[in-house]
């Protein structure tokens, strides 16, 4: 359970006991109805991490909604877009094992997190990790409900597979970002879980294409 539930949901609680004790009894079920809902909300439920060498976990649970070659500067990398519901699970991990590199904060619109406009318009923080010569960007984007993006560690700190990073509050989505050679695992409509669920398999260092070597020499 991430703390922020118990902030939701504790005052809920007390209003719901206020309500049934002040008046009906009956209303106090929607203010209890919805401290449920938070609690729920904000599960973060443990997760067995792939060791595959190269692994590239999702960073949260979802649905993936684009798979597609992307220009960044004059470099082609690999992006994946995972859109995620009021429903699912909003505690984001780390895709990679490595060294952040860099964390930039973006403001912006909140537009509807399907919508493709919304990977550049939107709030959104952008995460660059190196680690075994590769590096791959994540990006928190908030969504149409998404008014908070939560994100603990900073530029220099150490991540491993599947560590838990942050979150976002409500419908949001996540977008990841890597060498255009790595060899893609899901498809669009695939169900992912953040931690688990394999993206794609990155190539060993002594295999990288020129132009993911120069990707991963700009990161140092």
């Known amino acids: 359970m991430v703390r922020d539930g118990y902030f939701y949901a504790l005052p809920l609680l ?5 309500l049934g004790w002040l008046t009906n009894p009956a209303w106090a079920i929607i203010p209890c109805l919805l401290a ?10 443990e997760r067995a991490i792939p060791q595959d060498a190269g692994a590239v976990v999702s960073p949260g649970d979802g649905k993936v909604t684009d798979v597609s070659i992307v220009t960044v500067g004059n470099e082609k990398w690999t992006r994946l877009s995972i859109f995620l519901n009021v429903f699912n699970v909003h505690v984001n991990r780390s895709p990679i094992a490595g060294v952040i590199r860099d964390v930039r904060y973006q403001r912006g619109q909140y537009l509807n997190a399907m919508n493709q406009t919304s990977a550049e318009l ?23 409900l998404a008014r908070r993006i939560v994100f603990y560690p900073k530029a220099g700190d150490r991540l ?23 060899h893609v695992n899901v498809k669009i409509g ?15 260092q002594s295999q990288l294409t020129p132009a993911g070597s120069a ?6």
Request: charge should be negative; glycine fraction near 10%; aromatic fraction near 12%.
């Open 14 to 18: 007390a209003a719901a006991v206020l």
């Open 36 to 45: 449920f809902f938070f609690l729920w909300f904000f599960r973060d439920p």
């Open 122 to 144: 939107n709030e959104q923080n952008i995460v660059t990790v190196e680690g075994d010569g590769q590096t791959v960007i994540f990006k928190q984007i908030a969504g149409l």
């Open 160 to 182: 491993e597979r599947g560590q838990r990073v942050g979150l976002i509050k409500f419908g949001s989505r996540v977008d990841v970002l890597f060498d255009a050679s790595a």
């Open 190 to 204: 695939d169900h992912v879980k953040g931690g688990t669920s394999v993206l794609a398999y990155l190539q060993p």
């Open 215 to 220: 990707l991963a020499e700009r990161a140092h």
